[in-house]
């Protein structure tokens, strides 16, 4: 892995990419190879990786690539709290104006950040974007995953007319501001596109690749990926019947 010779300036950056993790020690070196890749020579950024309570050897291959990467910042969490959690902990911590996504098993291709990237500087209305959402193209994964998703989408796509045709992918690009101020609750990250658009905020998607599963296993299954999911999204469907958009001016002093 090539070695930086700087680290991260302490104030704003352009961009943090945000990495929430468990049991992924296989995966947090090339990983961490391939988003320095990507963003080389871009834009200023810095790499936040959290771990979620990991108990294998994770936390060590995080340490290893800290000593190469002077960017990369690692937060962990005592005990697993979630992906959705991860993400939130990530952003809060993080100090980038932008903030981007990805899962930590590797089948998000980091080379599709330059994506977003550019999908952001040709938005139609910039001053209203607040998220740009990676949709996976020809998905790499294991019949089952690929049943439930199938169905979450299409019930989420009928109740939430949120236009998205892939909320579970990992893959996203949005203001920080913008994110902070959506409710927190887990498994936020799959309805982020309904939920920014109930923030007043402009969405666009972007098609991306989709790799296999090559290190590691997977932690979601039927009960936690549909089931749960479906719960949810009825908890998203009253928020965004109840939004509150207060317009308010201060008075002038006499």
């Known amino acids: 892995m090539p070695t930086h010779s700087s680290q991260p300036d302490a104030g704003a950056l352009e961009l943090s990419v945000v990495v929430p993790v468990k049991n ?8 961490t190879e391939e988003i320095v890749a990507a963003l080389a020579d871009r834009l200023s950024y810095e790499i936040i990786y959290v771990d979620d309570g990991s108990d294998d050897a994770t936390p060590d291959a995080l340490r ?9 910042r690692v937060l962990r969490h ?8 991860g993400v939130v902990t990530g952003v809060r911590a993080a100090r980038g104006e932008w903030i981007a996504t990805l899962d930590g ?9 330059p994506k977003l990237l550019d999908a952001r500087q040709n938005a ?16 790499q994964d294991s019949a089952i995953k690929l049943f439930s998703s199938r169905i ?10 949120d236009d998205a045709r892939d909320t ?13 101020q959506l409710p927190a609750f887990d498994h936020i990250h799959r309805f982020l596109p309904a939920l920014f658009v109930r923030n007043n905020g402009e969405v666009i998607f972007v098609d991306v690749s989709h790799r296999p599963r090559t290190k590691g296993k997977s932690k979601y299954g039927l009960h936690n990926r549909l089931w749960v999911g479906i719960v949810d999204m009825i908890g998203v469907l009253w928020l965004n019947r109840r939004p509150v958009r207060p317009v308010a001016h201060e008075e002038p002093r006499p």
């Open 64 to 72: 290893a690539a800290m000593a190469d990467v002077p960017m990369l």
């Open 124 to 139: 139609a209305s910039p001053h209203r974007l607040q998220l740009v959402a990676g949709q996976r193209q020809r998905r």
């Open 152 to 161: 979450a989408n299409a019930v989420r796509s009928r109740l939430l007319h």
């Open 78 to 85: 005592q005990t697993c709290c979630g992906q959705s959690a």
């Open 105 to 113: 098993d590797g089948q998000n291709n980091p080379a599709d950040l």
């Open 24 to 31: 992924e020690a296989d995966n947090v070196l090339p990983l």
């Open 168 to 180: 579970g992918c990992g893959l996203k690009l949005f203001r920080k501001d913008a994110f902070l």
